[in-house]
């Protein structure tokens, strides 16, 4: 079995993320919004990388990359962070099709759990799901994750609105000092 961690998204990154793009571009149409060309270049995720870390250096996020046997395979990362009495952020991840199958989503996650309760001193993570995207639905029950509301065309991909379901998890962590 391969190893999975995860690790905070660096600048030398890039390229490896464009390619990863640009190959599975086709693959997650359904699940992502259309991007501008730009954004499957190394010069375009060398901008978004910079703005990641931005939002991270605000705490505003935790922007992190997927590994396996030293090589990224995907992203991971909680967004959207507030603070005050919410202590909560939104879980976002995905996998090459290259290596989906083989437990890498589901490690990540549960990688990312702990990185949101015991660094971020999250309350609480959310999430979304498209309704067809059974895996990702099975990945976060498997790691506690509770679905609590169906939004309806909620999200534009592919030509057309779509409904997702809204999951949450409730972590222990206490707010940061």
């Known amino acids: 079995m391969s190893s999975t961690l995860i690790r905070l998204i660096e600048p030398s990154d890039g390229p490896v993320l464009a390619d990863l793009h640009t190959r599975d571009k086709q693959a997650y149409a359904r699940w992502l919004p259309a991007r501008p060309a730009e954004f499957y270049t190394p010069d375009g995720q060398a901008a978004a990388i910079e703005s990641l870390l931005a939002a991270h250096g605000d705490g505003l996020a935790w922007p992190g990359v997927v590994v396996s046997d030293e090589t990224v ?15 909560k952020g939104f879980l976002g991840y995905w996998v090459s099709t290259l290596h989906q199958g083989l437990g890498h989503t589901s490690r990540a996650v549960g990688l990312a759990l702990r990185i949101a309760e015991d660094e971020l001193h999250l309350h609480r993570l959310e999430a979304h799901t498209q309704l067809e995207n059974l895996a990702s639905q099975a990945i976060l029950r498997k790691h506690g994750f509770r679905s609590w509301g169906i939004a309806h065309d909620h999200f534009y991909a592919e030509g057309a609105w779509r409904d997702e379901v809204f999951w949450e998890r409730r972590l222990t962590g206490t707010p940061a000092p």
């Open 73 to 87: 395979i995907g992203q991971v990362s909680i967004s959207s962070i507030l603070r005050g009495p919410f202590q």
